[in-house]
């Protein structure tokens, strides 16, 4: 009776060895998903935010050309002006944000001066 203990004992061992082997691989499944699925919302985000910085520069630029144009009566001259140099700030946001172009030095605010050398 007792070896019947033990071999009942033996066979349920391995039963739930095999079932914590199992469960482990699909845990490790899912944390490789869990990461994808995070990498995928950090790409949509920073999609997001260039897209939306690119946006505004442009709005920006169209909007105070106009203003200038309405109140200095300058004609379509300052919404070109102003709308070309929104694109271009947008331009120059995205490609700092992509990292191709370096971001401008910090000023020393207590100097007034440029940063030393």
């Known amino acids: 009776m007792t070896d019947n203990r033990d071999e009942s004992l033996e066979q349920r061992r391995r039963r739930l ?10 845990e490790a ?9 995070e990498e995928s919302r950090r ?9 939306s910085e690119f946006i505004a520069a442009i709005a920006v ?4 050309g106009y203003l200038l144009d309405r109140f200095a009566g300058t004609g ?3 919404l070109v002006i102003l709308l070309l140099l929104g694109f271009c700030a947008g331009v120059l946001n995205v490609l700092r944000a992509v ?9 020393n605010s207590k100097q007034g001066k440029g940063p030393k050398s």
């Open 99 to 107: 990292g191709m172009v370096a971001t401008p030095p910090a000023f």
């Open 61 to 64: 630029g169209a909007m105070l």
């Open 76 to 78: 379509p001259w300052g």
């Open 29 to 37: 499944a899912e944390a490789k998903r869990d990461a994808q699925s």
């Open 17 to 26: 060895s095999a079932e914590l082997a199992e469960r482990g691989v699909e």
């Open 43 to 51: 790409g949509m985000a920073l999609g997001l935010k260039i897209s």
